[in-house]
């Protein structure tokens, strides 16, 4: 399920794919994603189209044609992105909102594109804005930011104010990855960041990336091989707190912390 009601389904007609959100509209894109073809039931509005285009049909179709697409927001703290992972609803883009009220730029909200460059794995910028509930916009910005409808079926608004957010267009170094994760446990009264291992980290990694295809076996084995790399190569850790808005400044600082204390140890290597 994405957003409040939208479901999506996937089929294959002849040689395209199509995606088809329920008394919303269908997609048909090639097999390549050069090429999309929307089917809009009458009347709905264009701020839905946009959004189901922009959120949901776009990471599809970079599924096909980047190393990676996970779901997940990020920003750039110390010259490098860290990237939150989590299921809808679990704070993402709060988390980075609230980042970037404190001089993070946002890289992404809920999708990101990962590319390895060299042997290393560069975060890349998508479009400027994130997707916050009313609430979250009162509780984390002292003054109210300009905001855009997202869909007419959640209240839901787009914020891409650059007056009250700092975005980035330049692509990153990715430093490592955050899970937003619950577990079904009680939230700890203080920020709890803890490592997890490379098999958890490689299930998360599945669980959370985008694929358009899973019927398609040699594109599954590559994108299998390329989270195998990644997780090689990066650290990703599990992040749990109080989902309370004032403990974000808290969680905010406890990740900064934990960064600093990353690079202290990067260095003495």
């Known amino acids: 399920m994405f957003g409040e009601e939208v479901r999506l389904s996937f089929a294959i007609r002849g040689e ?11 997609f048909l894109i ?48 110390g010259g490098g992105a860290i990237a939150f992972i989590g299921t809808s609803g679990q704070g993402k883009s709060t988390l980075a909102a609230s980042h970037g009220q404190i001089g993070h730029p946002l890289i992404s909200d809920d999708y990101l594109v990962l590319r390895e460059v060299a042997g290393n794995w560069k975060a890349i910028p998508s479009y400027p804005g994130v997707r916050l509930w009313p609430a979250t916009t009162e509780e984390i910005f002292s003054t109210p930011p300009a905001s855009s409808e997202v869909a007419h079926y959640t209240t839901k608004r787009r914020v891409s104010d650059h007056a009250v957010l700092p975005f980035t267009e330049m692509a990153s170094p990715v430093q490592c990855f955050y899970v937003l994760d619950d577990e079904g446990e009680a939230p700890p009264q203080e920020p709890l960041i803890e490592r997890i ?13 985008f694929n358009l295809d899973i019927t398609d076996k040699d594109l599954l084995k590559r994108q299998f091989a390329t989270i195998r790399r990644l997780i090689e190569s990066l650290p990703c850790f599990r992040l749990r707190y109080a989902r309370e808005f004032g403990t974000l400044p808290v969680v905010c600082r406890a990740i ?3 960064q600093e204390r990353i690079k202290d140890v990067r260095q003495t290597r």
């Open 16 to 26: 395209d794919y199509l995606l088809r959100f329920p008394g919303q509209a269908d």
């Open 30 to 77: 090639s097999r390549a994603g050069t090429t999309v073809k929307c089917q809009p039931l009458p009347d709905l509005p264009e701020a839905t189209i946009r959004h189901i285009f922009l959120d949901l049909v776009i990471p599809l179709i970079l599924s096909r044609r980047e190393p990676l697409v996970l779901h997940a927001s990020a920003i750039l703290m």
């Open 197 to 209: 291992s490379g098999r958890e980290s490689f299930m998360k990694m599945v669980s959370s990336s």
């Open 256 to 258: 900064e912390i934990h």
